[in-house]
């Protein structure tokens, strides 16, 4: 007698190929889920104009991926998104939401279902300043039968609910991070410093040029690498020159894969001191730095946002606060001084977040 497969459907607000770390996140966790022979459905936006990329993308996936395709009014992929995800909860076995509209989406459909569910919180979505958006957000997580935070700073927003939040860290696929090849390239710097992320104020790359001030007096040679869209890159160089730091620093743009993992061989320490903007956007995890750690790069990281799960003080990495530049240094020459030590602790580190190991957690919570 053949027993049928439990059918979970995870609702995303983003996924690839576009870029985003909830997206990333919710590619594995259906990737994962998957592998151990559970059917899979992702429901999803289409982000390019024709969708001819995302049709590309799914075609190689071992899961079914329902996209709502792309209109000039939001709202008519809005409510087609909650008509979809309304028709799979009639066939889920269980409703995993992740991201700002599928929380409202899944908890308001709860109503109608008895189909158990699970919010996956990655920090953004519960830290809005506007108090009306923020109170639908806590009105929506009431309504899910568990929720997991990607980090115990993303937990700590969630207090005020008294709920159980189980904590699951980011993960990432170890194998994916290595880079056995003799480098063809040259980076800049000793040491080299580098951030990946898009340039923004969340990932912190402006609280990283303001130490540069004084880092160069101990590392007159230092130089900073910044990976990623470039959003506000400008005001940053204009920030730079006025510091008179603009030539320790380089802004790359995006850059391919292979490209990506030849800088980070290169580089001494990752960095990333990010800090909460003006809207409540904050960094729940930084799986950037575990993606680093992965090919040996140790990192220093902020306190009082979820970077904090991200790195294992002294051994991995160190975290400082991110406007004190004498922490930054002390930090800095710490770890180059044990550079060996750090860099293979940060790959034992980054093995204990493979999703592989990750996905069991998730496993027990749906069971």
């Known amino acids: 007698m053949n027993s049928v497969k439990p059918h979970i459907v995870i609702v995303t607000s983003e996924f690839p190929p576009q870029p985003g770390g909830i997206g990333n996140h919710a590619y594995h966790l259906a990737l994962y889920l998957s592998k151990q022979n559970l059917d899979v459905q992702v429901i999803a936006d289409q982000r390019s104009e024709t969708g001819k990329e995302e049709a590309q993308f799914d075609a190689t996936l071992p899961f079914s991926v329902t996209r709502i395709k792309r209109q000039r009014l939001r709202f ?12 799979s909860f009639k066939k889920a076995t269980y409703m995993i939401a992740t ?11 709860s109503l109608f279902s008895k189909v158990p569910t699970l919010a996956v919180v990655h920090g953004t979505e519960v830290n809005f300043k506007p108090f009306l958006l923020r109170k639908s957000v806590d009105l929506a997580l009431k309504r899910f039968d568990k929720i997991v935070a990607v980090s115990q ?6 207090s005020h609910l008294n709920k159980n939040i189980d ?13 056995t090849e003799s480098p063809t390239m040259q980076l800049k710097g000793n040491p080299v410093l580098t951030t990946v992320g898009r340039v923004s104020s969340r990932k912190g790359q402006l609280n990283v040029i303001k130490q540069l001030p ?36 380089t802004f790359h743009g995006s850059v391919a894969t292979q490209t990506l993992k030849q800088m980070l061989a290169l580089t001494d320490v990752f960095v990333m001191l990010s800090s909460e903007d003006i809207s409540g956007d904050v960094e729940g995890f930084g799986i950037a730095i575990l993606e680093a750690n992965a090919l040996g790069v140790p990192a220093i990281g902020s306190k ?10 002294n051994q991995s990495g160190e975290l400082v606060d991110f406007d004190d530049s004498k922490q930054f240094k002390t930090a800095l020459e710490r770890i180059l001084s044990d550079k060996n030590t750090y860099q293979n602790n940060a790959k034992n580190w980054a093995k204990r977040h493979d999703w592989a190991v990750v996905i069991n957690q998730y496993l027990a919570l749906t069971a």
């Open 76 to 87: 008519k992929m809005y409510i087609k998104r909650m008509m979809m995800t309304r028709n």
């Open 99 to 109: 991201g700002k509209f599928s929380l409202w989406n899944v908890g308001f459909l």
């Open 153 to 158: 700073y993303t937990k700590q927003l969630m």
């Open 167 to 179: 904590v699951i860290p980011n993960g990432i696929n170890v194998n994916d991070w290595q880079f």
């Open 214 to 249: 004084e880092l160069i007096k101990t590392f007159p040679d230092v130089h900073y690498h910044c990976i990623g869209i470039p959003t506000e890159a400008d005001a940053f160089i204009e920030e730079a020159k006025r510091l008179k730091v603009d030539h320790y620093i």
């Open 304 to 313: 009082g946002c979820g970077i904090e799960d991200a790195i294992q003080p």
